[in-house]
């Protein structure tokens, strides 16, 4: 298993952002993600940064940590322009980079824009035609299609990206759809679990939730002839029942850490301490979790 962690874009490069992405690669992190959002939440009103500048920054600031989204949307996106600055980030990165993405949601991303919100089934159906479209772009050197919602015409993108064929695709899905596409264009399947247990539900709920979405990907995955094992699967700790106790303590979260392993997980991801939020974690015991968590799990 391996321990990554996700840096929210709210510092200043030069007032703490630079200095936390050297941090993790000094903890050992496998990757370093961001939000790719154009405010979140909570954050609205505070600092917030663009993901693909910064994760650019990050490359230069490092030299051996995974970067990466968690995750793109077509909510702003287009797979076109998309395409052309990510093989420009993974060039910089020297091969670095997973884009993490998923069909989005109805948060402020959704009507920034000057638009109404989608609505789930329109969401659906643009992450469907959305994910094979950038396949396509970060993989052939021109590429014209005319889709429902998305269209290129002689886009080119050579040199193409330093990881062959292209880089890695993490994608969140728990619904048949998205679980295809993750099946199929895949390298990594993303989760945060069943956010109908978010509030009431308990970790054995939870933990039963996760196994049935393993299970479907699976099943995806063996309806299109590919071994579930080819994908990882990733796990962005924060938003399950059991969110606030595996982060007390170095034990608490080598349990945590096992019974999702248990469950096939093979990435979890937790959150860079941001004071005065929901992921308001003590730094000391985050730095010892990083350091010392997977090492007991054995």
């Not at 992190?29 to 917030?48: E, I, K, M, Q």
């Not at 695709?169 to 978010?198: E, I, S």
């Not at 063996?222 to 094992?229: F, H, K, N, V, W």
């Not at 850490?257 to 015991?285: C, K, M, N």
Request: hydrophobic share 40%; with cysteine.
């Amino acid at each position: 298993m391996r321990l990554s962690t996700v840096i929210l874009p709210v510092d200043r490069w030069r007032e703490g952002g630079r200095a936390k992405w050297q941090r993790a690669e000094e903890l050992g992190f496998h990757t370093a993600y961001t939000y790719d959002h154009l405010s979140w939440r909570t954050f609205r009103d505070g600092p917030w940064f663009g993901a693909l500048p910064t994760l650019t920054a990050a490359a230069t600031a490092t030299d051996r940590l995974r970067l990466g989204t968690l995750v793109t949307s077509p909510n702003f996106r287009h797979p076109v322009p998309l395409a052309k600055e990510l093989i420009s980030l993974d060039d910089v990165s020297g091969g670095r980079i997973t884009l993490g993405i998923g069909a989005g949601g109805s948060g402020f991303d959704a009507t920034a824009l000057g638009r109404e919100a989608w609505s789930p089934r329109e969401r659906a159906d643009r992450f469907g035609e959305f994910v094979p479209l950038l396949d396509r772009l970060l993989t052939e050197g021109a590429v014209s299609q005319r889709g429902e919602f998305y269209a290129a015409e002689e886009a080119r993108n050579l040199p193409g990206c330093v990881q062959r064929p292209r880089l890695p695709f993490a994608v969140a899905a728990t619904g048949p759809r998205g679980l295809k596409l993750a099946a199929r264009h895949g390298q990594a399947w993303v989760t945060t679990g069943d956010p109908k247990l978010y509030e009431e539900g308990t970790p054995e709920q939870s933990r039963a939730a996760l196994r049935g979405q393993v299970e479907r990907l699976g099943k995806a995955c063996s309806e299109l002839g590919r071994d579930p094992a080819e994908l990882d699967r990733v796990l962005l700790h924060g938003f399950t029942p059991d969110r606030n106790g595996p982060l007390e303590s170095v034990d608490a979260f080598v349990d945590y850490a096992g019974r999702h392993r248990d469950l096939g997980f093979t990435e979890l991801v937790i959150h860079w301490p941001v004071p005065g939020s929901d992921f308001a974690t003590d730094p000391a015991v985050f730095e010892r979790i990083a350091t010392e968590a997977l090492a007991q799990l054995g």
